[in-house]
């Protein structure tokens, strides 16, 4: 199985040392292969926010051969790790700007049939936001196995803080390796609440999101049996509480075109 470590950190410190550890146990698990994808070593320049991934389709995206070469190592991985150590309390700005060029896949999600690892270390805090800002990624279709974090004050390391790390390394090498060989999980409440919203929102605003819109057509995910974007066993009652806030979505969405359509028509009377 291939696994793909993407490193957010501009140096080989306490992030790498954590995933090299998760690495060493992988390969004591299983026939895994690595590889490691460093950042900083990318010419990607920052997201401009120009809305074009979004509104044309990836390739409007101003860096848009990097961006693609990236999602095809994505895309061919079995396991993805998202490494990065905490910088002002949040992923380093390498990782980030990465995930803002990924932002249209939280729109045209594709990566369900990855695993991801959040790797993450702080010499004194941020760990715990970090990793929930990480977990974003979910949205756009990767289930997330583990979220490994610790507290760490970098070299030279105590016997307490290596013991720490070979089990952190340990307990994320266990459950990586079994999510990579069990089905996908089911989706929670909020995954379903987020494709019946997008589900509702693409479908009447085609002119708006035309990208969004033949994405979601080719998948047959305007079928409003479906129940989430791949088959998998859904909770009933989670599937009619998301199938509740996607009527409610359909209604703010038809009341706010009302009132524009209103407005638009009081103004040109005046």
Known sequence: MKVLAIMGSPRKGDTYHLTQRVEERMRALGDYEFEYLWLRDLDLGLCRGCYGCLWRGDEACPHHEIVAEVERK???????IFASPVYALDMTALLKN?????THHMHRPCFFDQRVLLVCTAGAMGVGITLRTMSAVSVMGFSIAHKPGMLTQGEPRTRAEERLTERKAERAAQAFHKALHAPRPSPGLMDLITFRAQQVFFSLNR???PAEYEYFLEQGWFNPQRTYYVDVPVNPLKDLVARLV???????TRTRRATLAREAADRQED
């Open 74 to 80: 994505l895309l061919a991985a079995d396991g993805v």
């Open 98 to 102: 990465l995930l803002d060029h990924l």
């Open 246 to 252: 996607g009527r409610i979505s359909a209604w703010q």
């Open 207 to 209: 002119d708006e999101t």
